[in-house]
């Protein structure tokens, strides 16, 4: 496997690096203060093109591998999750979809105005009593004449109160269980939806969570993404390539604890000396530095797997889990180094911290991708629990 970066791919991650430096750091505290979500600088990150990178250019994508994809995702993942949070929604959940499952009308509809950040989607998998459990779906989808009717809820859906489109998972026969749902492509201005902002968030205050409430909503036929029975499908390959997201984003979290931390030990003095001098500031520090570059490995072993369409669903849920417990991990060591000044938010760490936390949590919690690895190392599926008489 050839970890080097390609000339083009540097330069990404260079433009990445600047772009993030200029636009994204100076607002992240404003904006995680007043729990804002900034649409002005979402529109910016699809001026960049980082909101469909990997989408061919013919449906106005980048048509970027997805090595590259992930140096985007670092680095903005770096300067604000909150904005990484836009970047891994809008790509890897909605058109990722969309581009993979859609038809040439879909694609050609949607595509270029999610990519350029004209529209924004959400992705609407998980319902009030359903979340791991994610074949569980209760949100209903019956037929009526030329189309389909919606009704049920929907929940922590990121961009939720934001976006103009959301794919929406639906049961269309709960006794075909997983192999009856289908997923929609809903505009959110249609009659009978509608959104709540979820206040009261640790973190990733500055992006938009919603609940959604989907009363009788109708849509066309052509509202339906891929066929009735594809939605499990649809869900797990865009769940692939979001994880992949994730874990991209929280690479660029323990590097800003890693940058934020060697900063402070350098020049905050103690005992007449930079605290860098001391052996247990610099472990806290050493630590950092190797749990963010094994992150940063298993992230690149998945990307290369992805652009050479080879099996990465393991793969991506190792980069998943260590990078994700990574990251709230190197956040926790970085206040650690920061002292009293790292409880505040004159320093990116405790932001960190709180950004870090949710990333165990969604898109597959750090349990359920340990079942994912432990069923591929044994062939067993501990996922779900047997019942008696079962083997
Ligand atoms: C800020 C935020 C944004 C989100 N954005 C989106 C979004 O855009 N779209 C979307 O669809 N969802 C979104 N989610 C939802 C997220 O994906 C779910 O929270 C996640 O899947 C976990 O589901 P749950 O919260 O219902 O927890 P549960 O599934 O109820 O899990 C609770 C606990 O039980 C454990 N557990 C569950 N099943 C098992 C098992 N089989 N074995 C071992 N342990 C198990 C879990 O690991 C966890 O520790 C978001 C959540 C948050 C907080």
């Not at 604000?80 to 581009?99: A, H, K, N, P, W």
């Not at 994880?243 to 003095?269: D, L």
């Not at 290369?304 to 998943?320: G, R, V, W, Y």
């Amino acid at each position: 496997m050839d970890l080097d970066l390609t000339d083009e791919q540097r330069l990404i991650q260079e433009t990445a690096r600047e772009f993030v430096d200029r636009e994204i750091v100076p607002r992240a505290r404003d904006s995680d203060r007043a729990a804002r979500f900034d649409r002005e600088l979402a529109a910016s990150l699809g001026e960049m093109g980082y909101l469909g990178a990997p989408v061919a250019e013919e449906y106005g994508g980048r048509s970027l591998d997805y090595t590259s994809y992930g140096l985007i995702v670092e680095e903005v993942g770096r300067g604000d999750s909150s904005m990484r949070t836009v970047v891994s929604v809008q790509t890897s959940l909605v058109c990722g979809s969309i581009e993979r499952w859609g038809t040439e009308d879909q694609k050609r509809h949607w595509l270029p105005r999610l990519c350029s950040g004209e529209a924004l989607g959400c992705f609407g998998l998980t319902e009030p009593d359903t979340g791991s459990d994610a074949a569980s779906v209760r949100t209903r989808a019956e037929r009526v004449d030329g189309g389909w009717r919606l009704s049920g809820q929907k929940m922590w859906i990121s961009l939720g109160n934001q976006a103009e489109l959301a794919l929406i998972f639906a049961q269309t026969d709960p006794e075909a269980k997983h192999k009856g749902l289908a997923c929609f492509l809903v505009p959110t201005a249609t009659k009978g939806f509608a959104s709540q902002e979820i206040h009261g968030k640790l973190g990733l205050r500055a992006s938009d969570t919603a609940s959604i409430a989907l009363d009788e909503v109708e849509v066309a036929d052509d509202a339906l993404l891929g066929d009735v029975g594809d939605g499990f499908k649809i869900a797990m390959t865009a769940l692939d390539a979001g994880r992949y997201s994730v874990a991209a984003g929280c690479v660029g979290i323990c590097e800003g604890c890693v940058q934020a931390s060697v900063s402070y030990a350098t020049e905050r003095r103690q005992f007449g000396v930079p605290i860098a001098t001391f052996q247990l500031v610099q472990e806290l520090i050493a630590d950092m530095v190797v749990k963010r570059d094994a992150a940063r490995l298993l992230v690149r072993r998945a990307g290369i797997l992805k652009d050479q369409a080879k099996p990465n669903t393991t793969e991506t849920s190792i980069a998943k889990l260590f990078a994700t417990e990574a990251a709230v991990e190197c956040a926790n060591a970085a206040i650690q180094v920061h002292g009293g000044s790292g409880y505040v938010d004159d320093h990116p760490v405790e932001r960190y911290l709180r950004d870090a936390r949710v990333t165990t949590l969604y898109e597959g919690t750090s349990q359920i991708h340990k079942l994912i690895i432990g069923r591929d190392a044994t062939g067993i599926n501990a996922m779900t629990p047997l019942r008696a008489g079962e083997s």
